[in-house]
């Protein structure tokens, strides 16, 4: 996949200190391509940028996007805005939703706001499948949405509205990517939030019991990181006809948690048995996408499918925690 813009283009990258922002930013960088990255360090760390701090493209600005002033500093000589920036995971939501919604709310119109200013060729933002809520039909379809189950949730479903109104009102280009269960390295595996995948390999490589909420066959649509940055690139180069618009980002397939937990215990050879706890309040049961729509309109395909692209993770990990 060749990505092709002008000399001199620059992103912005928000979150650049967190997972998906340090992934996004050390791709764009290394196919010749200036990034801004901006972070406060709430989730994310500064040894996530380790690979590309020096790098003479990178420029970081520590700051919160909470703060108007450092949104419209940030987006000043940007051509694309890659909007990663804000407070993951559903139960962290649910402790605490005004925090979520001061970050994923607050500070997206800050941002928002200060794009259309300064008159950005495109707005991408990172929404999520949790926006689909209870609807029980599968796959998931970009239209056919559910009530919201959380605070998290809500908060990326007003993004979506403000991404529409941004468009149709101001002729913002801004596009919306529904990310599913994003996994690869960098995921931060020690918060009490952390994500499925990189809990259960640091639980096996400890000689750990993980803990499967539920009876395990939930199902996620798990996504690697590469194919999450393809749809960032693949949006700024898209055409009209999909601003204002939300995408589904995935593979198009779904895996249970009891079969992802054997894949990584077969992977890391061991033979650790999970643990089981009652399902926790706003998860869905299922989540499996429909990838035609970013298939058309952005010409998504992933590159790499779930099994691809968990041996990669897990490979990571084993160096990243010293198996
Ligand atoms: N990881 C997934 O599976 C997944 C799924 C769906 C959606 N998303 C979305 O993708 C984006 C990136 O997620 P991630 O997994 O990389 O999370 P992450 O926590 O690793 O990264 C988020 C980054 O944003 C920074 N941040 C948070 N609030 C900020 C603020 N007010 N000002 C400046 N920086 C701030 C954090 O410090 C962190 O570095 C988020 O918007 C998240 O909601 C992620």
Redesign the pocket.
């Known amino acids: 996949m060749k990505y092709i813009f002008s000399e001199e283009t620059t992103f912005l990258v928000?979150?650049c200190?967190?997972?998906?922002?340090s992934n996004l930013s050390e791709y764009i960088l290394s196919i010749g391509y200036k990034v801004i990255g901006?972070?406060?360090?709430?989730?994310?760390k500064k040894e996530n940028m380790n690979n590309f701090i020096d790098n003479q493209n990178f420029k970081f600005i520590k700051?919160?996007?909470?703060d108007k002033n450092t949104c419209e500093t940030a987006v000043t000589g940007v051509d694309y805005v890659l909007h990663?920036?804000?407070?993951?995971s559903i139960p962290r939501s649910i402790n605490n939703p005004y925090e979520s919604n001061d970050?994923n709310v607050n500070?997206f119109l800050n941002l928002i706001i200060a794009s259309k200013n300064c008159g950005v060729k495109r707005f991408v933002f990172?929404?999520?499948?949790s926006v689909y809520g209870d609807h029980p039909k599968l796959p998931k379809v970009e239209g056919v949405e559910g009530k919201i189950l959380s605070p998290y949730a809500l908060t990326?479903k007003i993004d979506e509205e403000y991404g529409r109104l941004f468009y149709e009102i101001y002729g913002l280009p801004t596009i919306g990517l529904r990310?599913?269960?994003?996994?690869g390295k960098r995921?931060?595996p020690n918060s009490v939030y952390a994500?499925v995948i990189p809990k259960f390999i640091k639980a096996l490589l400890d000689k750990r019991r993980p803990t499967i909420f539920g009876d395990g066959f939930f199902s996620r649509d798990f996504t690697y990181i590469q194919n999450v940055i393809d749809a960032n690139l693949l949006s700024c180069l898209s055409t009209n006809d999909s601003f204002g618009e939300v995408f589904n980002i995935a593979c198009g397939d779904r895996v249970s948690i009891i079969d992802l937990y054997n894949s990584i215990a077969k992977e890391l050879k061991s033979e650790i048995e999970p643990l089981y706890s009652g399902v926790r309040k706003g998860d869905v049961p299922h989540s499996n996408a429909n990838i035609s729509k970013a298939k058309k309109m952005l010409e998504y395909n992933p590159r790499y499918s779930f099994e691809e692209g968990l041996k990669i993770t897990i490979k990571w990990y084993k160096v990243f925690l010293g198996e």
């Open positions: 928000t979150g200190a967190g997972f998906i922002g901006l972070d406060n360090f709430s989730t994310g700051g919160d996007i909470r990663q920036a804000a407070l993951g970050s500070g990172a929404s999520s499948s990326k990310y599913f269960n994003v996994f995921q931060d994500a």
